[in-house]
């Protein structure tokens, strides 16, 4: 397909800001006075900054990647905030409003639920012994690299980005702790939302089923507590969980996912040097988030003494969450840890403000908290009420029941992504290990290799022991308490495996499945090999199913041309295959008939989302007459998505777009936005995407790493490095994404030097 051009004449963006303008004012927003708009980030020369002791550079290669050399660590991590509040700092912005709670201020009253439940969840602990659990010179790189993002946010209340101008407000300084929240690291486990749909299966269907629907986590299979009616759970508790950390929307408040997408499909994999053409071990990852624009991740390099390390990071973070020093090398994958407990309170019925613990009230701890909303003279007042278990996030008045959580996120060292900085540091196995134990949040299974061939795997999350939480609790027994944490040896790890290779895949049974199969050939792999990998499009499912259905017959005569088209079909989910097509709405019509003849319709559609996000296994033994019935329901699908039970290629349905918050016109998407691509793969192939149709997730960053030499690590970031849509980086990365292509990420001052496009020297002022 083809890539839309980008406007770039004053013109063309005055219309533009006219007509978005106009769609702001409409939903409540007032629009700034004049399209100001400042001009692009300087990236030549040299540019003077108060708060740096000595001149750092930036050199920016082709790619729009930043390598800042400095002479102290304090002058990197201020280049660091610097360079990122440059590229990103509208997207930083309002990922700090957004896990802050602080959206309904400039976005109005559509966000105040999501705001109130953002701000409940929140850290309420001891602020130094948070900072001391990430390591002891966090506190300082945290301030420089805050004092960095603000050197540049002086300079652009001065004179405004584009993006700036458009939403209708400038940016706000930063402060060190506005790096430690935990919206993140709540929306990455989402347990106690998925403790709320076990609990309702569990009351369908019985205990042993339901852990066949719904495995359990890492704490074990489901455990039944005594005195509670797991009926009286309502999805309602579920939805206002999900409130937390939903996305931010320009125009209205778009319906809040029940399963956030991004998350559940990501890979990561590692060989040792004697699996390895290179000699040396060869390590892979594609990290999954929502395909948004500008990208989740961010790639830098950050050289000082103490560090070189290089990969990608949160644009709102310092250092790398993935990459390599010049010693080891990492990926990771998200883990099902069970870090999310909900309890049952007993509410007094003479006094709303109090619950039952042990055979006696006790007063919770109630105080009100004020939400600031656009458009009203008095903010919104909300409460804030919490008990022994945690913050109380829903009532049932008519039962005097109240809906607690306990997380792991309200112990110090859980804000998000923090204990990279302990990782970009480490030199060797046991000092990686050491540095894990600093990564508390979010729970990540964490591959491993190093220059002398050492390779690895470890699970890394805050885990309680004590109550297995698989369903929730009562509160009010005293018998379901946590009892104390896991430690690194307790959580799945491994050193050196015997069979030379390490998996992660979220627990997917289709994709470690088909890793197993690629990996298990007993051929040496190089980075090609690597790349095609991490493309592949072969459905695991499909090879179970699909003998299967050779044994039926279907007496309806479009249902056996399909059937016979099937069954030819070559098991691969590519772009261009028409059969795909059909494959895929087949084993989605197939999922949704198991799940009907089991549960209630009501039930059946909350189920479903959280076994594709958990792509779990399809049954090995089908009746044909149900294969057959999954397959006319299939074209039936089809023909309502298109018109026709001719199947189209999957590409032509199956794309991506890279969506922009501010695309809310049809020249705004223009401009901010990327795509379409038509995209290969779906949920249950080693190159996932989340999504019905339009794929809403996937891997929008990969990396492979050959120890053998650190220059030969490549990469794929989409759309662009930069947030503007006026730079040439601001989706130049797209094409090559779209087309499975990947570009060098340079290490070495050479190959930096080589492939360097621009260098900024910043100067202290």
Not at 345 to 355: D, M
Not at 372 to 387: M, S, Y
Not at 465 to 471: C, D, I, P, Q, R
Request: aromatic share 8%; net charge neutral; charged share 20%.
């Amino acid at each position: 397909m083809s890539i839309q051009p980008r406007a770039c004449l004053l013109r063309q963006h005055a219309l533009f800001f006219l007509i978005v303008s106009l769609a702001l004012a409409a939903c409540g927003r007032q629009p700034p006075a004049a399209p100001r708009v400042a001009p692009l980030p300087q990236v030549s020369g040299t540019l003077a900054v108060g708060g740096l002791s000595s001149p750092v550079r930036v050199v920016r290669d082709r790619w729009g990647v930043p390598h800042i050399d400095a002479a102290t660590q304090d002058d990197l991590f201020f280049a660091q905030g610097f360079v990122q509040a440059e590229d990103r700092l509208f997207q930083m912005d309002l990922w700090r409003r957004s896990v802050q709670g602080r959206l309904s201020e400039v976005l109005g009253a559509n966000f105040i639920e999501r705001d109130v439940m953002t701000r409940r969840i929140q850290y309420h602990g001891d602020l130094d012994a948070d900072w001391a659990s990430y390591g002891p010179d966090t506190r300082s790189i945290a301030g420089a690299f805050v004092r960095g993002v603000n050197a540049w946010v002086a300079m652009a209340r001065e004179h405004p980005p584009e993006e700036f101008v458009l939403a209708g407000w400038r940016p706000d300084f930063w402060t060190p702790e506005d790096l430690l929240n935990r919206t993140d690291a709540f929306v990455a486990s989402e347990n106690a939302a998925a403790q709320v749909l076990r609990a309702r299966l569990v009351a369908a269907v019985g205990v042993h089923r339901a852990d066949m629907l719904l495995p359990a986590g890492l704490r074990g299979a489901t455990d039944l507590p005594r005195g509670l009616d797991l009926s009286t759970i309502s999805p309602v508790v579920a939805d206002a969980l999900r409130r937390v950390g939903t996305p931010p929307f320009f125009m209205g408040l778009a319906a809040i996912p029940s399963t956030p997408p991004g998350r559940a499909g990501s890979n990561a994999w590692v060989i040792s040097p004697a699996r390895s053409a290179t000699g040396a071990a060869i390590l892979a990852n594609d990290p999954h988030q929502r395909f948004d624009h500008p990208s989740w991740r961010y790639l830098v390099q950050l050289h000082a003494p103490g560090w070189n390390v290089i990969g990608a990071t949160s644009p709102w973070l310092p250092g790398v969450a993935i990459g390599h020093n010049d010693r080891v090398a990492w990926g990771l994958t998200a883990l099902a840890a069970d870090a999310q407990d909900l309890y049952v309170e007993k509410v007094n019925p003479a006094n709303p403000h109090q619950v039952q613990e042990r055979g006696r009230w006790v007063d919770t701890d109630f105080t009100q908290g004020e939400l600031p909303v656009k458009g009203r003279a008095e903010p919104f007042t909300f409460d804030l009420e919490r008990t022994r278990h945690g913050v109380i996030v829903a009532v049932d008045r008519g039962r005097n029941l109240a809906f607690t959580v306990r997380w792991a996120g309200s112990e110090p060292g859980t804000a998000a992504g923090l204990g990279a900085l302990a990782l970009d540091r480490a030199r060797s196995w046991s000092e990686f290990r050491s540095a894990l134990a600093r990564w508390k949040a979010p729970a990540s299974d964490v591959v491993y290799a190093d220059v002398d061939g050492n390779t690895g795997h470890q699970a890394v999350a805050l885990v309680p022991e004590g109550w297995s939480g698989a369903v929730p609790a009562p509160g009010w027994t005293g018998a379901h308490e946590w009892r104390g944490w896991r430690t690194l040896d307790d959580l799945p790890h491994a050193f050196n495996p015997r069979l030379g290779y390490t998996i992660a895949a979220n627990g997917s049974v289709p994709r470690t499945g088909r890793l197993l199969e690629a990996l298990g050939d007993a051929r040496l792999f190089g980075v090609d090999d690597f790349k095609r990998l991490q493309h592949d499009t072969v459905s695991w499912n499909a090879a179970q199913l699909l003998p299967l259905l050779a044994g039926a017959h279907a007496n309806r005569a479009e249902v056996e041309q399909a059937r016979q088209r099937l069954v030819a079909w070559d098991l691969r989910v590519s772009a261009d295959s028409t059969a795909a097509t059909l494959y895929v709405f087949w084993e989605r019509a197939l999922r949704r008939i198991l799940a009907d003849a089991e549960l209630q319709p009501t039930l059946a559609r909350e189920y479903l989302p959280a076994a594709e996000a958990l792509n779990l296994p399809l049954p090995a033994l089908v009746p044909a007459s149900t294969l057959v019935d999954a397959l006319a329901s299939a074209l039936d699908d089809l023909r309502a998505a298109t018109g026709s039970t001719a199947a189209p290629p999957w590409g032509s349905l199956h794309t991506v777009m890279f969506r922009h918050p501010l695309g809310v016109t049809e020249a705004a998407r223009h401009r901010f936005n990327m795509g379409p691509f038509p995209l290969a793969g779906y949920d249950s192939t080693v190159m996932a995407s989340d999504g019905k149709i339009e794929a809403t997730g996937g891997a929008s960053y990969r990396q492979i790493i050959d120890l053998a030499d650190w220059d030969r690590m490549v990469a794929s970031n989409a759309p662009g490095q930069s947030g503007s849509p006026s730079s040439p980086h601001f989706a130049d990365l797209a094409t090559l994404w779209a087309a499975g292509q990947y570009f060098p990420l340079a290490f070495s001052a050479a190959a930096v030097s080589a492939s360097a496009e621009t260098t900024l020297t910043l100067v202290p002022r």
